[in-house]
């Protein structure tokens, strides 16, 4: 075969050996390659990108009669059914004896496990083919981040009780990692909304299986069931009167007493509450807004990254947040019911990011631009609140604000 003169020339040369597979599994896995490719290089809606190229891979190829391009063509139409003539796909004459397998799956096992911070949650399902010729049983597991908002890595292979083994004992040897019997419906809803966000990224993890496993993933995710069995409590962000009564609890309970903020009065009281805004502000960032969740990772996006780039803060600010984070912190554990192991590292991390959280105000090198002028504004001594005076500074400084510099 010469050169592949269309990008559909190139995946039958691909797949040229795929009739000759021994199952079900390799072929899907193989096609599922092959479109992870399309998946890869989409700039945004993958899915999309990848049903609209089997769409048209299905109809540019409906003519061939080969043993590898009509296997190929059942193959992708298992795969991504709602591509448009993927119901019209046929067996070839000389299509293997498994070929009638492809897709045929049942679920035999629904698993979780994650970190008791909620920072990520993985889901483990099992499936067995109807026919046992259609290939072994096998494993998806998909990795949801909860501080990205993205399922972040998906994975497709076997043997599952193997898999299932080395995740219980790694989760039976760690207090701070959990492990459950999942409702498939859960799974179904949690996978399925995270992975339209990665779907959509205009860049995808760099590590992991989830370009050459998405397409197979997608069509076992299907098979799960949706409804009311394992109803998903979606987080909003808390209304002003939430976050008026959360602050009023927490500066009643221990954890703001042991950290001095129950005392905090005069001119340090408006810094408190401008740092339990920031506090309540960042959970409300997420894809699941809980102000109660709090890691270690949490706690160095929120001290290291996050806050340099959105708020301006004074001296007093600057000295009092860390404390406050880490009074919130212990509360939000305890009112999560966390091990104390967890609370002391997260405690831990903390101290420990303060050098750098204080050099990161000092330099300013992470604040935005927009950061940056309203702390020169600031620091210049104009009155936002002034609008002849602020107009007035804008106009001063439009060479510095703009982006070319005119």
């Known amino acids: 075969m010469g050169t592949p003169q269309t990008p559909y020339d190139a995946v039958l040369h691909a797949a040229r050996d795929v009739a ?22 989409a700039e945004t809606r993958r899915d999309d990108a990848v049903r609209e190229f089997v769409g048209h891979f299905l109809a540019a190829t409906s003519r061939r009669r080969a043993a590898a391009a009509t296997t190929i063509r059942s193959v992708f139409a298992a795969l991504v059914p709602d591509a448009t003539g993927a119901d019209r796909v046929r067996p070839g004459a000389a299509a293997p004896a498994w070929s009638g397998q492809l897709g045929r799956v049942h679920l035999t096992g629904c698993w ?15 499936f067995a083919y109807d026919d ?14 909860h501080n990205i908002g993205i399922t972040k890595d998906v994975f497709v292979g076997g043997p599952p009780a193997r898999v299932l083994d080395q995740i219980r ?26 992975l339209a966000v990665t779907d959509d990224l205009s860049e995808l993890p760099g590590e992991g299986s989830l370009a050459t496993d998405r397409a197979l993933v997608g069509a076992r995710l299907a098979l799960l069931p949706v409804g009311r069995e394992a109803p998903v ?16 609890r927490f500066l009643a309970a221990p954890e703001a007493t042991r950290f001095g903020l ?24 997420f894809t699941d807004p809980d102000p109660l969740r709090w890691s270690p990772t949490v706690a160095g996006l929120f001290l290291l990254d996050w806050v340099h780039r959105r708020a301006v803060l004074d001296m007093d600010d600057a000295a009092l947040l860390p404390r406050v984070l880490r009074g919130w912190a212990a509360y939000a554990a305890r009112k999560k019911g966390l091990p104390e192991t967890a609370a002391a590292r997260t405690d831990a991390a903390i101290e420990e990011m303060v050098p750098e959280f204080a050099r990161l105000y000092t330099t300013g090198e992470r604040r935005s631009p927009a950061t940056a002028a309203v702390a020169q ?25 703009t982006d070319d510099g005119a």
Request: charged share 25%; glycine share 8%.
């Open 20 to 41: 000759k597979l021994d199952n079900a599994l390799d072929a899907e896995m193989l096609g599922a390659a092959l479109l992870g490719s399309v998946y890869a290089v």
């Open 112 to 126: 979780s496990y994650g970190d008791v911070y909620g920072d990520q949650t993985s889901y483990l399902a099992t």
């Open 132 to 145: 046992p010729a259609g290939g072994p049983e096998h494993a998806l597991v998909a990795l949801v981040d």
């Open 169 to 194: 004992r790694m989760c039976s040897g760690d207090e701070l990692t959990w492990f459950r019997d999942e409702e498939p419906a859960r799974m179904h809803t949690e996978v399925t909304r995270h």
């Open 233 to 248: 409590r979606v987080l909003e962000p808390l209304t002003a009167a939430e976050r008026t009564d959360l602050v009023r």
């Open 262 to 285: 129950d005392t905090v009065d005069g001119s340090q009281l408006a810094s408190l509450h401008f740092c339990l805004g920031l506090l309540l502000d960042h959970a409300a960032t």
């Open 377 to 401: 504004l600031l620091a210049d001594g104009v009155d936002p609140d002034d609008p002849a005076a602020l107009d007035a500074w804008i106009e001063a400084n439009r060479h510095h604000l």
